[in-house]
């Protein structure tokens, strides 16, 4: 048996739990607020910080419930105890099941706006942006600032700008990890297609690389194991990303 510590979004907080209790491994969880990706560089200070007060001995590995996440991962490098991370674009991928499920999804329909119970359970009270759309909204919801700031004329050419963007959705989609009672944030998605006349689709969702992830499965092909010394580099291939050794 193996001592894991998993840094991981909240918005995954149901399904990595659910998978630690039937992991064979011991799994220390900690919990990182969601949204911090809004802003990449945040999230990888926090992310580097959070590895960098793990004690050499602490643990086997550290395993980071994140994808690339806006390129946030890029550059966190490993100390003295190996990271694990999936080959993956963003959380969308973890709750799919797979790379090749998230570019189906993607090829046919590329503006989505997904909805699930782990994320939209923790938003603050009255926010009801889905994944992948809180730029947009959290902007457009800026307006007033931004005509104190700009002046009004201005501040209309950035929302219609903003407004440009939301054009390119054609899907509200809820995805059902089969953990707790979801009906009202999937009624969110549902509500939010009928207001745009957009397609809604209840897709289920599939824990198994979030699974493969606790359970210390680290098929080269679906995770990156990056090595003592070494950091996470972007890759331009079906890889994503690769480990090479830190030079300062």
């Not at 998978?19 to 011991?26: G, R, V």
Request: proline fraction near 4%; aromatic fraction near 10%.
């Amino acid at each position: 048996m193996s001592h894991y510590i998993a840094l991981t979004c909240e918005a995954l907080a149901r399904s990595l739990y659910a998978a630690a209790a039937a992991s064979p491994h011991t799994i220390t969880m900690r919990l990182f607020k969601q949204g911090l990706h809004n802003r990449p560089k945040n999230l990888h200070t926090v992310l580097q910080e959070a590895v960098d007060e793990i004690q050499p001995g602490e643990c086997d590995a550290i395993l980071l419930g994140y994808g690339l996440c806006g390129a946030s991962t890029v550059g966190l490098a490993a100390r003295h105890t190996p990271l694990i991370i999936p080959r993956a674009h963003d959380c969308i991928t973890l709750y799919l099941g797979s790379r090749e499920r998230y570019q189906a999804e993607f090829d046919e329909h590329p503006g989505t706006y997904w909805y699930s119970m782990d994320y939209m359970e923790r938003l603050p009270a009255g926010n009801t942006v889905a994944l992948g759309a809180a730029n947009i909204e959290a902007e457009a919801a800026e307006y007033e600032k931004y005509v104190e700031k700009f002046g009004q004329e201005t501040a209309d050419m950035l929302i219609e700008e903003l407004r440009k963007w939301s054009q390119h959705y054609t899907r509200a989609a809820f995805i059902d990890m089969g953990l707790g009672a979801g009906d009202q944030y999937e009624q969110m998605a549902r509500n939010k297609a009928e207001k745009e006349g957009w397609l809604f689709e209840r897709k289920q969702g599939d824990a198994r690389l979030l699974k493969l992830l606790l359970n210390g499965e680290w098929d080269e092909a679906e995770f990156l194991v990056v090595p003592p010394g070494h950091l996470i580099q972007q890759h331009y291939s079906d890889g994503l990303i690769r480990a090479v050794p830190q030079t300062d």
